[in-house]
């Protein structure tokens, strides 16, 4: 069973981090379009056990409508739009027992990018 620890571990073996905290850690993905993206991932306890939230901020509210938001957080295939304040983010959360590494590096992936492919969608920019 995956720990926090061993999370840890390998995105600092694996990874540049842009920060790197006890509970939680942002990466800034560079992707080929040199567009950047943030996520953040944190663990928590909840429900009796560890789990692991990844965010990536995706737009500003003012580019979104709610009833949109919504709309479009039903075709991801992982994670959901929420609002934080006034972002936008994708967001995923797992219990850490479940993962296995190569699942976690892909919810990384996954993540950060549908953030971005909507920010780019919906403001043509490269805020987050």
Known sequence: MLTWAEIQEHVRAKYKLA???EDGFKLVWRYDNERLQQIFVNCYAALGEAWCNFTS?????????PATALERSLNFAV???????DVYVVRYSAPIGSLRLPTFDLLLGVIASTADH????LSGGDDF
């Open 57 to 65: 901020p995706a737009c500003r509210r003012q580019d979104l409508d």
């Open 118 to 121: 909507l920010e780019e969608e």
């Open 19 to 21: 920060e790197d905290h």
């Open 79 to 85: 994670g959901s739009i929420c609002l934080d304040g």
